[in-house]
């Protein structure tokens, strides 16, 4: 047990948290990705992935080295829910409580009594307020398929996905008109689940492996984000309104992954329950995540990367060529370069020419990416006409990005207000110059 504690403690998430993730200064991204595309990751993780907790409460409290640093000098959560596989190999798993299929349930729900709240049961339908952001309960937290740790810019893209599944029940209706209530519904969820599925695929990956800049954020930074979380969030979005938030995060630039650039107000916290209440307990996020990591058994950056086949780093070296990062990283974990903890890994590694994400995060990724849309018969064998319905099938084909989703909702907005080719990239930035050179015969950038 003693071996245990030292391990989840070692280095002290804390140090790892104010030593190298803290935000100095804030690192954007450039023109390559906004604000709607932090969010769309948010969005794809609440679709897929949720650790279930159990009630044991633990308490991390911050060591005398870096406590005046600590916006928390100790803060409280409950631990992960451990299971008993049943597998002789890997004795201990932890539970999902979101399904992890690209099922669309950010905004349908993870089970049939959340799914039965956001549905309307007319047409197919599901809830929508009338200013087309999402409708609120009596305590003012959204009804959507998932609201744990919701923001605005989240809950917008909640809104936006609801619209479309209410558009393609006209369209399905207009054309079925036999189609009832229950046919409309999940016809219409297969094939909003599908437009999520591709936009992910081959509008938001494309923009993340643009091999010009570096990947862009998986966290926010926006300047004032503290007011757009949770019920006061919901509050400020109904003012500001769904076409105004959507052009403003559209040219906002999103933080850069890289260390030093975590958002300090993440480190003080207030975190919700799977219902979308607010917890008492505020948390450090940055400090949490080395945390989670550690409880949940991923391995550390070297271990990772031999599970992935691919070399381990024995020196600081290896890892980056930055003289300062070597220096911070030999302060927090010594010369124990086994020690590392994957999270800080990817944010220091230094990126192969050409690649615009670290190598590791790019070997996890595609694995994982393609194994979610192969292993789903709805994107493989079910992916026709008798399963989506030849009008259902033609929607899916015929939208290509986010875009063409904005397009529909907002007929004005791209045309006024979008320079870029993708609405994930920063909107005054340049359109992608044409190339006619087919894809598989272009030289490696
Ligand atoms: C306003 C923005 C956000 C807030 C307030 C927020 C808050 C939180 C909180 C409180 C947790 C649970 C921490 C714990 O107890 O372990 C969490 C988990 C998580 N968040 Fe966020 N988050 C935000 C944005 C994002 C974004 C942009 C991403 C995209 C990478 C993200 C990815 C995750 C992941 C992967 C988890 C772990 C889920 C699991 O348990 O499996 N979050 N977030």
Request: aromatic letters at 10%; hydrophobic letters at 40%.
């Amino acid at each position: 047990m003693y071996v245990a504690i030292v391990k989840l403690l070692e280095p002290h998430p804390s140090v790892v948290a104010t030593k190298l993730l803290e935000r100095r200064k804030i690192i954007d991204c450039g023109k390559q990705f906004n604000m709607i595309a932090c969010s769309w990751l948010q969005f794809m993780i609440h679709d897929w992935i949720d650790h279930m907790e159990d009630t044991h409460q633990v308490e991390i409290v911050a060591p005398k080295e870096v406590a005046g640093q600590c916006p928390l000098k100790s803060f409280k959560f409950l631990r992960s829910k451990e299971i008993s596989t049943g597998s002789l190999q890997t004795k201990i798993g932890f539970v999902n409580s979101r399904t992890p299929w690209w099922d669309g349930s950010v905004i349908y729900g993870n089970n049939e009594a959340g799914m039965g709240k956001v549905r309307v049961y007319k047409d197919g339908k599901l809830k929508i307020s009338s200013d087309g952001l999402l409708e609120h309960d009596e305590k003012g937290i959204p009804i959507s398929g998932d609201v744990r740790n919701c923001w605005a810019g989240f809950s917008l893209l909640q809104a936006l996905f609801v619209k479309e599944h209410n558009l393609v029940c006209d369209m399905l209706k207009e054309n079925y008109p036999d189609f009832d209530d229950e046919k409309l519904y999940q016809l219409s969820r297969l094939v909003t689940s599908a437009v999520i599925a591709k936009i992910h695929t081959i509008d938001w990956t494309v923009e993340l492996l643009r091999t010009d800049t570096l990947l862009a954020a998986m966290r926010i930074n926006w300047v004032n984000m503290k007011d757009l979380i949770g019920k006061e969030g919901e509050k400020r979005l109904s003012k500001i309104g769904m076409d105004k938030m959507l052009v403003s995060m559209g040219y906002q630039a999103c933080g850069a992954v890289t260390l030093w650039n975590y958002p300090s107000w993440m480190r003080d916290l207030v975190a919700h329950d799977i219902d979308g209440d607010e917890r008492p307990d505020r948390v450090d996020m940055a400090s949490l995540e080395i945390y989670r990591d550690r409880e949940r058994k991923v391995p550390r950056y070297n271990e990772f990367r031999r599970n992935l086949l691919m070399i381990p780093i024995s020196k600081w070296e290896d890892l980056t060529d930055d003289e300062e990062v070597i220096d911070a990283l030999y302060e927090v974990y010594g010369d124990d370069v086994e020690k590392l903890d994957l999270l800080v890994g990817i944010h220091a590694e230094k990126k192969i020419k050409g690649f615009a994400i670290s190598e590791t995060a790019f070997f996890i990724f595609v694995l994982i990416a393609s194994r979610r849309l192969e292993a789903d018969r709805f994107f493989t064998t079910n992916f026709n006409s008798q399963t989506y319905t030849e009008e259902g099938l033609q929607w899916v084909n015929r939208t290509e990005c986010l875009k063409d989703v904005i397009d529909r909702h907002f007929p004005e907005m791209s045309r006024n207000y979008m320079r870029c080719s993708s609405a994930f990239s920063v909107w005054d930035s340049d359109p992608n110059a044409p190339n006619y050179v087919p894809l598989y015969m272009r030289p490696a950038s």
